[in-house]
């Protein structure tokens, strides 16, 4: 009988990596973004801190959805672009909300944004340059690391458990945008010791 066992665990870890859909609901996509971009008191420095009075520029409160076969993410921006003169700052600044859709897809096991568009119901020379500002940077620095997720999840164990996981390989092969989630396409190798 143990024999039987073993050799139908070891025919299991022999397959190749499995393919499996991951429902991502936009809740979640929330909660790991904030984990992960979102770090300081929810907000999101994209230039100063909050020491600096007159040059800084930070987004906060972001709520994620869908826009058809796009992702959609509506945050607030607050920024200033100003010098300190006597005490108080003197030149360009704003806060308003945009909203930002974007082409999400697979890099490197995290996704990554194509295509992003940034609208904004207010509309001055200083939002116009932010907007292209946000469209330029979230196209090029700001990715969902997906990989070391999946491998925690995959590899959590409960304490009265006697296997240990162990997530070989992950790839992410697409990503689709539905009403109420992100739908990952992955394939992973898991390991059981």
Same mark, same amino acid.
């Given at each position: ?5 073993? /050799?139908?665990? !070891?025919?299991?870890?022999? *397959? ?6 991951l ?18 008191? $929810? ?27 796009? *992702? ?6 607050s920024? /200033? ?5 006597? $005490? ?10 945009? #909203? ?10 995290a996704?990554? !944004?194509?295509?992003?568009?940034? #609208? ?7 939002? /116009? ?18 990989? $070391?997720?999946?491998k925690?999840?995959?590899?959590? #164990?409960?304490? #009265? ?26 394939? !992973?190798?898991?390991?059981?010791k």
């Amino acid at each position: 009988m143990k024999a039987s066992v073993a /050799r139908i665990l !070891f025919a299991l870890w022999a *397959l190749p990596a499995c393919a499996a859909d991951l429902e991502l609901r936009y809740g979640a996509l929330e909660r790991l973004i904030s984990e992960q971009v979102f770090t300081e008191d $929810g907000r999101k420095w994209v230039r100063g801190n909050p020491r600096t009075h007159c040059q800084y520029a930070y987004l906060e409160h972001p709520r994620i959805g869908s826009d058809g076969d796009r *992702l959609k993410i509506v945050a607030r921006f607050s920024g /200033r672009s100003a010098l300190s003169v006597l $005490g108080s700052c003197v030149g360009l600044g704003d806060s308003f909300e945009f #909203t930002l859709t974007a082409a999400p897809v697979p890099k490197n096991g995290a996704i990554a !944004f194509e295509n992003v568009r940034v #609208t904004a119901v207010k509309d001055n020379y200083y939002i /116009r340059r932010v907007r292209a500002a946000l469209e330029q940077s979230f196209s090029k620095d700001v990715k969902v690391e997906v990989q $070391g997720q999946a491998k925690k999840l995959l590899e959590s #164990t409960d304490l #009265t458990s006697v296997y240990k996981r162990e997530m070989a390989a992950f790839s992410l092969n697409a990503v689709r945008v539905l009403p109420e989630a992100l739908v990952l396409e992955v394939e !992973f190798k898991l390991v059981v010791k």
